[in-house]
């Protein structure tokens, strides 16, 4: 079965400190992996995505992420962290097989906090 | 502005009391679907439509009715609610052309059910 865990709840760092937000995925098969954020009160914003090719993917907002196939990863990082960087952040996978049926399994979420 | 609409934003209801959460899209999107995010669980598929008068069942469709009869509209149908679908529900739709599986959500709907 396809699973996507998120470790931890929450990451704090401090603003201008480099981010990471953890993923790892199980998915038999190659798999689609994505980064979603959640502002308050907003609905989901898509970040990135990973479908083939280069391993580090570059999305919105300054974000990147690296496919790591060997530990079935695909970590959210940022250089240097924004204050308006805080929220929700959700990891996402499907299967190849899965096509266009939009068919994504979520991770739990991570709360970001980035502190002044 | 391309978006997906959810009404309402917030609702208060009590058990056994029909309701029905709307949604639309303007970006002419085949397919479109209905999440519900509950903390630590992340989001689950309910249900999802590959187009019109074309419905199934996600992960969690117990308790919950759909209806496809328009490209743009998705309704979510709770025909007795109960306490335990109290939750924040997301639309979302995506179509077919687009590249692999990026969904366009909605603001989400607050759910209480006393």
């Known amino acids: 079965a396809q699973s996507v865990a998120q470790p931890e709840d929450q990451v704090n760092v401090a603003e201008g400190n480099p981010l990471t937000v953890k993923c790892t995925y199980s998915v038999s098969g190659n798999p689609y992996l994505f980064w979603y954020v959640q502002y308050p009160n907003r609905g989901l914003q898509f970040l990135l995505k990973?479908?083939?090719?280069?391993?580090l993917v570059k999305g919105s907002y300054g974000f990147e992420a690296e496919f790591n196939k060997s530990q079935t990863s695909f970590h959210l990082k940022k250089p240097s962290a924004l204050v308006s960087d805080s929220a929700l952040y959700f990891c996402a996978v499907s299967h190849h097989g899965s096509g266009n049926t939009g068919k994504l399994i979520f991770g739990q979420g991570t709360t970001l906090q980035v502190k002044p | 502005e391309a978006q997906v609409t959810q009404n309402p934003r917030y609702l208060i209801t009590v058990t056994g009391k029909k309701l029905t959460v709307t949604c639309s899209q303007n970006m002419n999107h085949e397919y479109m679907s209905w999440y519900r995010q509950d903390p630590g669980l992340g989001l689950r598929q309910i249900y999802y439509s590959m187009n019109v008068e074309v419905t199934d069942k996600g992960d969690v469709p117990e308790g919950y009715k759909v209806s496809r009869k328009e490209k743009r509209n998705f309704p979510l149908i709770l025909e007795s609610p109960s306490p335990n679908q109290t939750s924040l529900y997301f639309c979302?739709?995506?179509?077919?052309?687009?590249?692999?599986?990026?969904?366009?959500f909605g603001a989400g709907s607050r759910l209480t059910v006393l």
């Open positions: 990973y479908i083939t090719g280069d391993n």
């Open positions: 979302a739709s995506k179509g077919l052309s687009s590249g692999a599986n990026v969904l366009t």
